[in-house]
């Protein structure tokens, strides 16, 4: 074999494209070619030293902009079909506003869980075959990705995000304790009431855990609001945890407990015992 | 994944189904990053290209044909967005591959890398850019990009034996230029 056959073979040699017939005579070519040797080595010292470039990774921002714009098309789309077959109704973008959130970062944050639960609808809607490890792993990404936004949520200035934080919890499935204690810490912290009876909706909804259980109890003596205090027994009285009797009782024996929170618990103590 | 899986993948987001773009963005969009930012040595202009290239995907949905591979016909769309980012910065200042490594964000030296490793880099950047830009791209599809001779062959709309001998070049000049560097800082 010359010299020119032997370098249109280089490349594969290279790359391990070839088979282990022409590596041999290849290497039996540079064993004594010493020009097609040097052809060689120089082309090695060039595919070894390309791989000190390192592989980076780029900024958070990338994959923001990215779910924005899907969102944005995927809007205009609905739009488009709405504008078509459903003409004189209720868009559904005037049905969402009311508890979208009203600043860009959560916005974000809620759009890529919508989408992921969108991706994973669409995925189990349509399966077919050699796509269940895909779905599982999709899976186990769409629970992540939902706490994640959640806790992202529950940790904003803005009630109305911390609403869709909740909101967001509520949809989770199997909550990780992380989520527990933010959803735990929004129902005994936040200074606004109406995140806090949104806190209990979302725990009623992991009512069969018994973590929950212990922790809704614990925060019926750390409640202030007869708002929060109502919506507590009514959860408790209605999940029959017994293990609230001693804490109605203690509410009850407060002389400064306000008189309809007084007669829900005589009610909640009632049904408990 | 399976190239067949993204390929389903993309017929459905081509029928409707948009918010499955987000699977193939999930899966490509890290190599396609790097694959740019070897090109313009720049992490904003990068990302702006990567972001540019799905847009596209999703305009030119309706063309995608579920025989051609979803990856040859993503580097097809990430090639034309290339090119009109060269074309705009053409327009722009010129500045040279080194110089905009030197700039991009995220290359300062690692804490604990060897200055081995830091030279040996700096040096291969300066040697990539005296590769012409054709080179230089069929050069990193072939060594980063996974993809084989034949798709590159089909996504620069030549002959596999072509792109052979393009990479053979662009080694050979690329192995040079930097035995030459290496020569110049050693000596």
Redesign the interface.
């Given at each position: 074999m010359n010299c020119r056959n032997i370098?249109?073979r280089?490349?594969?040699y290279?790359?391990g494209?070839d088979d282990p017939v022409a590596r041999n005579e290849i290497q039996e070519h540079v064993g004594s070619c010493a020009a097609c040797r040097e052809?060689l080595?120089?082309?090695?010292?060039?595919?070894t030293?390309?791989g000190?470039?390192?592989?980076?990774?780029?900024?958070p921002?990338?994959?923001t902009?990215?779910?924005t714009?899907?969102e944005t098309?995927?809007g205009r789309?609905d739009e488009e079909a709405a504008g078509t077959e459903r003409r004189g109704r209720v868009r559904l973008a005037d049905r969402f506003a009311a508890w979208w959130p009203k600043t860009p970062a959560p916005q974000m944050a809620l759009s890529a869980l919508l989408?992921?639960a969108?991706?994973m609808a669409?995925?189990l809607l349509?399966p077919?075959p050699?796509?269940s490890v895909?779905i599982a792993r999709?899976e186990a990404e769409v629970r992540d990705m939902r706490q994640q936004v959640s806790l992202s949520l529950l940790d904003r200035a803005s009630p109305s995000d911390r609403l869709s934080g909740l909101s967001a919890a509520s949809q989770v499935r199997d909550p990780n304790p992380r989520t527990l204690e933010a959803l735990f810490k929004a129902l005994d912290e936040d200074s606004n009431t109406n995140v806090r009876l949104a806190a209990v909706d979302a725990l009623y909804l992991f009512r069969d855990d018994a973590r929950v259980r212990e922790g809704l109890v614990g925060s019926l003596t750390r409640q202030t609001s007869p708002l929060v205090q109502v919506a507590l027994i009514n959860l408790l009285a209605d999940i029959k945890e017994t293990r609230a009797a001693e804490a109605l009782k203690s509410l009850i024996a407060d002389r400064e407990l306000r008189p309809e929170v007084r007669q829900k618990a005589e009610w909640g103590l009632r049904k408990l015992i | 994944m399976a190239p067949h899986d993204d390929s389903l993948i993309m017929t459905d987001v081509r029928e409707g189904e948009v918010e499955k773009l987000a699977i193939l963005f999930e899966r490509h969009h890290l190599p396609l990053y790097n694959f740019f930012l070897r090109l313009t040595g720049n992490g904003a202009a990068s990302e702006d290209l990567v972001q540019d290239v799905f847009v596209r995907i999703l305009k030119y949905r309706s063309t995608y044909q579920a025989q051609s591979p979803f990856a040859v016909w993503m580097y097809q769309i990430a090639r034309n967005a290339h090119i009109d980012f060269l074309r705009k910065r053409r327009d722009k200042d010129t500045v040279p591959l080194d110089d905009q490594w030197a700039e991009a964000a995220g290359h300062e030296p690692q804490p604990g890398e060897a200055l081995e490793t830091q030279r040996d880099r700096a040096l291969i950047r300066k040697a990539l850019d005296s590769l012409p830009e054709n080179k230089r791209e069929i050069l990193f599809l072939s060594r980063f990009q996974n993809l084989k001779y034949r798709d590159i062959a089909k996504l620069q709309g030549c002959s596999e034996g072509a792109v052979k001998t393009i990479v053979h070049r662009a080694l050979k000049d690329l192995g040079r230029a930097y035995a030459a560097l290496q020569e110049g800082v050693t000596s």
């Open positions: 370098q249109e280089l490349v594969d290279l790359t494209d052809e080595e120089t082309m090695t010292l060039a595919w030293k390309l000190v470039l390192p592989e980076q990774k780029p900024g921002a990338l994959r902009r990215f779910y714009m899907l098309y995927k789309m989408l992921a969108g991706v669409g995925i349509k077919g050699g796509r895909a999709l | -």
